[in-house]
């Protein structure tokens, strides 16, 4: 291909060359010299990226191995094994990382978003009128029920008490003359010394003072209430929100907002919706007496904030979105639950007992369906079919042709296919050099912390292209991650291309 372009590019020079000399005009010379630049220039880009530029149908269709690939088609043309492309030369393997199939239970869970609501909320209210004297909580703090919050000026309902008891005091006086005065006239009727009627006033009077005295009493029972609420007292045990009111306002018993709130915080409750394909089951569990387990998640879903168990269901589906509401008890000991805070929740709806599994990165999805990985004895992968059933976790079960042993590729798969030779290495971590199955640090797969000098050996698995950069190029390339090294390489050939078509 290259004696081509060159030749081909002669004869043009040379009719260019006679063409200006049968030209004896002022702009025929610039335009000769701008031509034979260009075709020169496009020589030499050709001759440099089919001898020496970086492999780019190599690259492209993995960019994992975009820096090594023009190393192994080098290797592959000087030691006839041949090879190149996606999957490297014949003699290469491929690292890979590896799990365990495993038997173990699987629960099956549906997700959904629920909000916190509290147990019990109580607005607490002044319920006499007058002058806040005092407060006795702190904010945010947590009060048993009966406990004092707060004071009202009780001066006036004092007196209101005490004209009450005089009042009561004067009323029992007369009654208890007019008792007298009535066993008088008993005993007066009795010796026919008083006529009857007398001995039936007397009975009238009684009875009228000791209504009076009921009356009294009532009054002065009331002077009393009236006078306890000047003492507010916390209704139930709870959470105490925000204050509403300061030290030294009239509050008034119809005031909105009241003196505070208080949220009854232990235990919670999580209100959710779930899709009513689930709600068989879900009603086949609670008439069987097994508590549904409950987790609640912050919003990323990486930290589990309490267990709790489903308490109820609602009484009718939501016919516009197909759900049905269910509420969730949790006990909410160390009060890591708000009311009206918003969580995801993961209902347990059942649990696979003893069943296949493996790891989710290690199910890959194509064409035909659902497949793993499998490394065999001999250090080469097969490709089983399997169906893919209920996630746990990080951990998904499996039907298929698999067996517990059986190790499946997590990590490298991209780069594989039926019988391809792979090495196993540990997951790298921390920049750490990862360990092949022999026990040794795999060089291939080493991704260093810093960048560092190269060494020999690293030097002679550099692609051609590699030794035309400068030092601190190359080593900050060396340094990068197969994603990396790749992005990079991609962008320059942009830029290439991109200058080239400006040309």
């Known amino acids: 291909m290259n004696p081509v372009v ?7 020079f040379f009719r260019l060359l006679r063409w200006r000399g049968s030209r004896q005009t002022g702009y025929a010379k610039p335009v000769a010299i701008g031509l034979t630049v260009v075709l020169a220039a496009a020589a030499a880009w050709w001759l440099w990226s089919s001898r ?27 030691g006839g094994n041949g090879g190149g492309g996606r999957f490297g030369g014949a003699n290469r393997k491929q690292p890979v990382s590896v799990a365990v199939v495993r038997k173990q239970d699987v629960r099956v869970s549906v997700n959904a978003i629920g909000a916190i609501a509290a147990a019990n909320t109580a607005i607490v209210r002044a319920k006499v009128s007058g002058e806040l004297k005092a407060l006795y909580f702190k904010e945010g703090q947590t009060v048993q029920a009966g406990a004092l919050l707060a004071e009202i000026d009780p001066r006036s309902y004092q007196i209101a008490l005490a004209q009450a008891q005089g009042t009561l005091t004067r009323d029992q006086a007369q009654l208890a003359n007019a008792r007298i005065d009535l066993t008088r006239y008993r005993d007066l009727i009795a010796k026919d010394a008083a006529p009857k009627q007398q001995l039936d006033t007397q009975l009238s009077l009684v009875a009228q003072l000791e209504g009076t005295v009921m009356s009294d009493q009532a009054q002065v029972d009331n002077a009393k209430l009236q006078l306890s609420y000047t003492r507010v007292t916390a209704p139930i045990a709870g959470l105490v929100g925000l204050k509403q009111v300061d030290i030294g306002n009239n509050v008034q018993p119809t005031d909105a907002n009241g003196l505070l709130s208080i949220a009854q915080t232990r235990p919670v409750s999580v209100v959710f919706s779930v899709p009513d394909v689930q709600l068989p089951l879900i009603l086949r569990q609670l008439k069987a007496a097994k508590g549904l387990p409950v987790e609640a998640w912050d919003r990323e879903q990486k930290l589990k904030l309490a267990d709790g168990k489903l308490a109820s269901t609602d009484n009718a589906i939501d016919s516009a979105t197909g759900t049905i509401k269910l509420k969730a008890q949790f006990a909410n000991a160390k009060d ?56 746990d976790g990080d951990w998904v079960s499996v039907q298929g042709e698999l067996k517990p042993g059986d190790q499946v590729v997590t990590d490298g798969a991209d780069r594989l296919r039926e019988g391809a030779q792979v090495e196993v290495v540990a997951p790298n971590a921390g920049g750490k050099r990862p360990a092949t199955s022999s026990g040794t640090p795999d060089a291939a797969t080493q991704v260093p912390a810093t960048p560092a000098a190269p060494s020999p050996a690293t030097v002679a698995e550099d692609p051609p292209w590699m030794s035309r950069l400068p030092p601190e190029v190359a080593a900050k390339i060396r340094a990068m991650s197969p994603e990396d ?19």
């Open 485 to 503: 090294r790749a992005a990079w390489i991609q962008k320059r050939r942009e830029e290439r291309a991109k200058a080239s078509g400006n040309n």
């Open 336 to 391: 890591e639950l708000f009311p009206n805070q918003f969580v995801n929740v993961r209902l347990q709806v059942d649990n696979i007992e003893d069943t296949l599994a493996v790891p989710s990165a290690a199910v890959l999805r194509g064409a035909q369906g659902s497949y793993v990985y499998v490394v065999n004895a001999d250090g080469t992968v097969s490709v089983r079919r399997v169906r893919a059933g209920a996630n």
């Open 6 to 12: 060159v030749t081909a590019s002669r004869p043009m």
């Open 52 to 78: 020496g530029g970086i492999d780019t149908q190599t690259t492209a269709g993995d960019p994992a191995r975009a820096s090594s690939a023009p190393a192994s088609a080098s290797r592959g043309s000087a």
